[in-house]
């Protein structure tokens, strides 16, 4: 299980730091993803990380923005969001790859090949 928090309302050009935990079970040899999903859209990929944090892979709507990144020392994934625009706007989620230790560089942006997932953390941000 996974738990995402850090959401709010924050004012367009702001930012904020969404946190996921993983109190029960450690994900630290899983690639890890944020994704969003807006009112009336398709959940979308927004940032993901390779294991190893050695690699990691962003939208383009979101790149030089946002930055995921994280701790397996306390099973920690972060996304640190700056410069945030009305259209960031969604309930965020937090993922973990459904195989660990994939091998090499390769961030996973599909969706379907993630098995663990939070329960969302709402982002708004205002005009």
């Known amino acids: 299980q996974l738990q995402a928090s850090g959401g709010g309302l924050v004012q367009a050009g702001g930012s904020l730091r969404l946190s996921c935990a993983a109190p029960?079970?450690?994900?630290?040899?899983?690639?890890m993803g944020w994704f969003r999903q807006a009112p009336g859209k398709e959940r979308e990929f927004v940032a993901g990380?390779?294991?190893?944090?050695?690699?990691?892979l962003y939208a383009g709507s979101v790149k030089g923005r946002f930055t995921i990144s994280r701790d397996n020392s306390d099973d920690m994934v972060h996304l640190q969001m700056n410069s945030l625009k009305p259209e960031d706007t969604a309930v965020y989620y937090c993922?973990?790859?459904?195989?660990?230790?994939?091998?090499?560089?390769?961030?996973?942006?599909?969706?379907?090949?993630?098995?663990?997932w939070g329960q969302g953390t709402q982002v708004t941000v205002s005009s």
């Open positions: 990380i390779t294991w190893s944090g050695g690699s990691a």
């Open positions: 029960e079970r450690t994900y630290s040899m899983y690639g």
């Open positions: 993922a973990a790859e459904a195989r660990p230790y994939r091998s090499g560089n390769y961030v996973e942006t599909r969706s379907a090949e993630y098995a663990y």
